[in-house]
């Protein structure tokens, strides 16, 4: 029986084998790698990504394609939220040490699920997600930029990005209402140690107001930290590189306790 796409799912469902073969190969599965896709919907990638891996484990929320996906012999099939996914478990039970995670995200809830994969990313090898392509744009952005912003500095701390292929709406069916791209995103071997939680509140607080100069959003919110340091408030927050984001959090430690925030 053909499924009916369910928006609220975000299900854009991939048709265009092009497109599809392009992303494979941008992916570029080996035998016996562990990976794990996201979203495999109707198997639009997890067909090809499967036969060249052997076996692949899929998470998918919509209880009817979990159904029809379990007919795959080479599938390990996970009914769930992905948000609720531990992938640190999950690569334990994988046997693996890292795990590549791949997928034609959601929209609605990409950002979500790149900062729950953040969480677990020491258990990560790399990462190919199809996002909006304005999301991908923000990721990547360098600093001064007009895209550069809270997801770019969260991001590009812990991840070395690149936007790989351009994917236009007519790729899907139905088409969404936007251009999509696909991002590779490869942690960091040596990233800079700093409490992510506390680097976030920072950049949150920066961005608050990000066409005032610091010294608006931030000077109050570094004065409940203590912080007396030197930094340059006098600067838009999409004037200031990651590396002194990161800088600037260290110098915040030792940290406030978890229940306080500066
Ligand atoms: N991979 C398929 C493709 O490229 O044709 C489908 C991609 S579609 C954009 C997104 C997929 O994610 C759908 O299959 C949808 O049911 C699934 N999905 C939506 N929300 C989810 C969630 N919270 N957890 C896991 N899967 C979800």
């Not at 931030?218 to 004065?223: F, Q």
Request: net charge positive.
């Amino acid at each position: 029986m053909a499924h009916i796409p369910r928006k609220r799912l975000g299900q854009h469902f991939l048709r265009e084998p092009a497109v599809i073969d392009a992303i494979v190969r941008a992916i570029a599965p080996r035998p016996g790698q562990a990976m794990v896709e996201i979203g495999p919907g109707l198997a639009a990638l997890t067909q090809p990504l499967a036969e060249r891996l052997g076996r692949l484990t899929v998470i998918e929320l919509d209880r009817d394609l979990a159904a029809r996906l379990r007919r795959h012999e080479r599938l390990d099939v996970i009914e769930s939220d992905v948000l609720k996914v531990d992938f640190t478990q999950l690569a334990q039970a994988l046997q693996a040490i890292k795990i590549r995670v791949v997928g034609n995200l959601p929209y609605n809830i990409s950002t979500p699920i790149l900062f729950h994969l953040l969480e677990h990313v020491q258990v990560v090898e790399d990462q190919h997600f199809m996002l909006q392509k304005e999301v991908v744009d923000r990721m990547v952005a360098p600093c001064d930029s007009g895209a550069y912003g809270r997801l770019s500095v969260m991001l590009q701390w812990r991840y070395a990005m690149e936007d790989v292929l351009f994917v236009p709406p007519e790729s899907f069916e139905p088409p969404p209402r936007v251009d999509s791209s696909v991002v590779r995103m490869v942690p960091l071997a040596a990233p800079a140690a700093v409490d992510a939680a506390l680097l976030s509140q920072l950049v949150q607080a920066a961005f608050s107001q990000r066409r005032k100069l610091l010294r608006h959003p931030l000077a109050p919110w570094l004065a409940a930290c203590g912080y007396a340091g030197a930094f340059d408030l006098q600067r838009r927050a999409q004037e200031v590189p990651v590396a002194e984001y990161v800088a600037l959090a260290q110098a915040l430690k030792p940290p406030p306790r978890a229940s306080s925030r500066c």
